[in-house]
């Protein structure tokens, strides 16, 4: 008997020093942590999706999609996570950059404003001579917040010699030491900064101007040289991507930020409120739609030519 006890032992030691099977590492790059847009991504290590398909996905934090990009350019990762219009710029300039997934469909911008402007600063036009911060890009690449702040003063007759467009993070820790610090007059920021910002009383909405561009948004990209020579890393990449857009779709939005542990009370306050605000934010399935190609394509008609021929829609699928 005496034996038996050691022998069983001797198999539970053995099976418990085996080396664990080492898990295959997928680099992400993208903004964050906590910006709005990205939770999706960001859930996807929190749930254990990455886990499940044998992957350890590291999620690398930049500055801006534009930097992501820059990345995932460089080879420094696998993937990024970035708009639409700095992936399209990125592409104008001649990068191997391929759209795989949407993430985000209805992304919502917001130029605001120091409050201790307000008396000063009614309107667009009153924004002529003053510092603007966007989200930083990469020589030649644009970020999605300056392409769309170029729009927004050209649409209300502000020349670019008009403003000085400064580059800042996109996080909390940039953005709040910017208008605290007087840095800067005004943002065009993401959510659920902007949102902070405002409850703090450090800025307010210009004329509550909150942008809702249409169409693709957030998306996931890559290189060809990784589809071509890892057909089945995008696989793996899409597949873990949309199961987390499907449980988001099953889950309260407490739930979504208690699974991505954001302690913080005035974020988890900030993230739950414009969730909540938008509750169709996020892609539903992760698959494209002909819908979202034609709305993007007259949101920039620049990148008209270039959508069509950087979407490789074989794993996320298409729908109407």
Same mark, same amino acid.
């Given at each position: 008997m005496n034996l038996f006890v050691?022998? *069983?032992?001797?198999?539970? $030691?053995?099976?418990? !020093?085996?080396?664990?099977v080492a898990l295959e590492r997928f680099v992400l790059s993208m903004p964050g942590p906590h910006a709005l847009s990205f939770l999706p991504v960001e859930l996807i290590p929190r749930m254990g999706a990455d886990q499940e398909q044998g992957i350890a996905l590291q999620i690398v934090y930049t500055e801006s999609g534009a930097t992501a990009l820059r990345q995932l350019v460089m080879r420094n990762a696998d993937f990024a996570v970035a708009g639409i219009p700095a992936v399209m710029s990125s592409r104008a300039a001649g990068n191997d950059v391929v759209i795989l997934a949407p993430v985000d469909h209805a992304p919502v911008f917001v130029l605001m404003v120091r409050a201790n402007l307000h008396d000063q600063i009614k309107s667009i036009a009153d924004l #002529?001579? #003053? *510092?603007?911060?966007?989200?930083?890009? !990469?020589?030649?690449?644009? +970020?999605? +917040? @300056?392409? $769309?702040?170029k729009q927004l003063l050209a649409s209300n007759g502000v020349g670019l010699d008009a403003v000085h467009i400064v580059p800042t993070g996109q996080n909390w820790r940039e953005l709040s030491a910017l208008i605290l610090s007087d840095t800067v007059d005004a943002i065009m920021g993401n959510e659920p900064f902007a949102s902070r910002l405002q409850k703090a009383g450090l800025v307010f909405f210009l004329e509550n101007e909150t942008l809702h561009a249409p169409g693709l948004? *957030?998306?996931?990209?890559? %290189?060809? @040289?990784v589809m071509t020579k890892t057909p089945n890393?995008?696989?793996?990449?899409?597949h873990m991507?949309? #199961? !987390?857009?499907a449980w988001i779709g +099953?889950?309260?939005?407490?739930? $979504? *930020?208690?699974?991505? !542990?954001?302690?913080?009370? @005035? @974020? %988890?306050?900030? $993230?739950?409120?414009v969730l909540q605000q938008h509750p169709d934010l996020f892609s539903r399935d992760g698959r494209f739609s002909t819908r979202q190609m034609h709305e993007t394509e007259q949101l920039f008609p620049l990148y008209h030519p270039l959508l069509e021929g950087m979407i490789n829609e074989r794993w996320a699928g298409r729908s109407p």
């Open positions: 050691a022998w *069983i032992a001797t198999l539970v $030691l053995a099976w418990v !020093s085996m080396p664990a #002529k001579g #003053k *510092i603007i911060a966007v989200n930083a890009g !990469s020589a030649p690449v644009q +970020s999605t +917040s @300056e392409q $769309l702040l948004y *957030i998306t996931l990209a890559t %290189r060809q @040289e890393k995008v696989a793996t990449m899409v991507l949309q #199961k !987390s857009l +099953s889950h309260t939005h407490v739930q $979504l *930020i208690d699974t991505l !542990s954001v302690t913080d009370p @005035e @974020e %988890r306050d900030a $993230l739950i409120q």
